[in-house]
């Protein structure tokens, strides 16, 4: 079910992810997710359909709805960009 | 004496003195600040305070009342830290509004933009906006209410209680509590049953002017007694001290297994309505879930509920109950329960028309969202699904087949399905007492609905009260097709329960006993009696 990759888009790092929790991203793992997201320096921006939200944002996150099903694209830009994608991606198939 | 209504969130009795809890008056001044800085100091050390005062909260709820509601607390903490309302708030002080008045903006937009979501559940975090916005604002106008609690145990009495409220109670001061507003799933509600605390909601009579007053909370009946009678007074005293012996006595019979004296073990599972009765089959320790009515799903509501709510509540009994097996019935509407958008139409004879599994094969795709659901919830727990009114063979192998057609699409979908779900059916038509042999062959389990069977097979209508007479809940053919029924479950080693009413009848409980009855599924608060009953059987 969940279909990503991790590609170079000139100076960022961007991946697709398909959650799969049946609750979605909501409240209490969505807190959990912004502390993880601001262990790195990188600006995380977080895109489902015309909706956006800096990962570290935790009340617009949590407006964004997202839930089993949707797609989400996840756009990383900063100096640990690299080291960031590969582990918030792996965090997120974990958690999400 | 004067005499009050409400909603009891728990069947039990309180008798004390009322403590009447004023909260703070929150009067937000909307003049301009003076001095910007001092505005944005005290918002700052505000927002820290209440940042402490929900980890506190967190820790407390945890300890009293366990994880599950001790989340709301730490989801207050860190929508204190999110970086978008602060610098909201900060952005409304600059432009000169006072720290509590910017405060108060931010947070109702906030909450505007969650009570406008799709979602139910994100919907109600406007709730938590709001009351995290209370605390930091008392917290700058240095306000507090009243204090929550007197000197001595009383029985707390208020316009409302927000669940940041409930957890600060001191439990050794608190006999019961009253409010006027709240609702029996609110968090209040839900805290309060998980404490033990006898409450009513929505008692639209609360009045200030009892504070003081000696009072009595009948949980039973959902009452409340304003300065009762001492002959009042003397008979709830004896019925809390009865409460409390039965109470203790049965205590005694947690954790045990349901074991007769000669070595025989007879499971006593709990029948619930919907996912709320969870804290009842715990607190009881039913040995599992019996009969999970999947109805509640569907009544109350304008249009069906799709699969994802569905799959929702069940994996969370499935969840709570792990590893204690679950038996999930499909949708029994029809007869006496009904919604409109269904569209059934309106019948000579409900009971003996469309309802319950005729329903569902007459309208597969509907009978799938549920079977769908069901299978994608099973892997959380142990799960058994039943199907309601059997008549015939054919009609359980169509429902068998629909089931694996199902579970092939969804596996082909990727989705993972646990391999020991177990099927079985009701037995509750005279039908289905009689080729329970060929039933059994297909079954896992069967499980006899005596309240149908009864009325079923006595022709006695059990909603008409004129025909008491001639209801014998005792009649000896009900009886003899309970009997039969174990024994052809036997003979294919198909397990035999009954969740009617009659499951609980303890003058009838030694003969199910020895006619071999596996498992009896009652009310959760008829387990304990139930398991006691068995266990001083010979």
Redesign the interface.
């Given at each position: 079910?969940r279909n990503s990759f991790v590609e170079r888009v000139g100076l960022m790092r961007e991946f697709h992810f398909v959650v799969t929790d049946?609750?979605?991203i909501?409240?209490?793992p969505a807190?959990e997710l912004?502390?993880y997201a601001k262990q790195f320096e990188s600006k995380i921006l977080v895109k489902k359909g015309d909706k956006s939200s800096d990962m570290?944002?935790?009340?617009?996150l949590?407006?964004m709805?997202v839930?089993?099903g949707d797609e989400i694209e996840v756009t990383v830009e900063g100096a640990d960009e690299a080291d960031c994608a590969e582990k918030l991606e792996a965090y997120l198939k974990e958690k999400f | 004496m004067k005499e009050a209504r409400g909603i009891s969130v728990l069947n039990r009795i309180a008798i004390g003195r009322i403590h009447y809890y004023h909260p703070s008056k929150r009067e937000v001044d909307e003049s301009p600040a003076e001095d910007v800085e001092a505005e944005l100091k005290g918002f700052e050390d505000a927002r820290q305070k209440a940042i402490d005062e929900q980890n506190g909260l967190y820790e407390k709820a945890l300890r009293e009342a366990g994880e599950e509601e001790a989340?709301v607390f730490?989801?207050h903490a860190?929508?204190l830290?999110?970086?978008?309302?602060i610098g909201d708030i900060n952005r409304y002080i600059r432009e000169g509004k006072r720290a509590a008045y910017a405060v108060d903006m931010a947070c109702k937009e906030?909450a505007q933009?969650?009570s406008e979501?799709?979602?139910s559940?994100?919907r109600e975090?406007a709730a938590?906006?709001l009351d995290i916005g209370r605390s930091v604002i008392d917290i700058i106008l240095g306000l507090k209410g009243s204090e929550l609690q007197g000197a001595e145990a009383s029985i707390l009495m208020a316009e409302d209680l927000a669940p940041s409220e409930t957890v600060k109670l001191k439990k050794e001061l608190l006999l019961g509590f009253v409010t006027k507003e709240g609702s029996g799933n609110s968090h209040t509600a839900i805290l309060a049953r998980s404490m033990g605390i006898p409450a009513l909601v929505q008692c639209g009579e609360v009045d200030p002017e009892w504070d003081g007053h000696l009072a009595i909370i009948d949980g039973y009946n959902g009452c409340l007694y304003l300065d009762p009678e001492e002959g009042q007074l003397a008979e709830f005293k004896a019925r809390q001290a009865e409460e409390e012996r039965k109470r203790k006595e049965l205590d005694a019979y947690k954790g045990v297994e349901s074991i007769t004296k000669s070595g025989r073990r007879v499971q006593v599972y709990a029948n619930i309505g919907s996912p709320k009765d969870l804290d009842a089959v715990l607190q009881n320790d039913a040995e599992g879930i019996g009969l999970f009515r999947s109805e509640f799903l569907y009544l109350n509501r304008d249009d069906y509920p799709d699969e994802?709510t569905q799959?929702?509540a069940y994996?969370e009994v499935l969840k709570a109950l792990y590893p204690r097996e679950v038996i999930i019935r499909t949708c029994d509407i029809g007869a006496d329960k009904t919604v409109d958008y269904m569209g059934l139409d309106k019948e000579e004879n409900p009971a003996l028309g469309f309802r319950a599994i005729r329903i569902s094969l007459s309208r597969r795709d509907f009978f799938k969202t549920q079977l769908r659901a069901l299978l994608r919830a099973s892997i959380y727990g142990r799960l058994g699904i039943m199907f309601p009114m059997i008549i015939s063979l054919k009609e359980l192998l169509s429902c068998k087949e629909l089931l694996r057609e199902c579970e092939e699409e969804l596996r082909l979908?990727?989705a993972e399905i646990s391999d020991s779900i177990e099927v079985g059916t009701m037995i509750e038509t005279p039908a289905a007492v009689l080729i329970a042999d060929e039933l059994a062959e297909h079954c896992d389990f069967f499980s006899i609905g005596t309240n149908d069977l009864t009325q079923y097979t006595c022709a006695v209508d059990r909603q008409n009260a004129a025909l008491d007479d001639f209801l014998d809940i005792h009649h000896p053919a009900v009886l003899k097709e309970i009997r039969m029924t174990v024994e052809a479950g036997h003979r294919h080693s198909c397990r035999v329960g009954i969740c009617g009413e009659l499951g609980a009848d303890l003058s009838l409980i030694g003969q199910f006993i020895d006619w071999g009855v596996d498992e009896l599924s009652v009310s959760p608060v008829k387990v304990l009696p139930i398991r006691k009953a068995i266990c001083n059987h010979g």
């Open positions: 079910m049946p609750v979605g909501h409240a209490r807190g912004v502390k570290k944002a935790l009340l617009k949590m407006g709805g839930r089993q | 989340a730490e989801v860190m929508m830290e999110d970086d978008d309302l906030q933009v969650f979501m799709d979602d559940y994100m975090r938590d906006i994802e799959y929702l994996r979908k990727g």
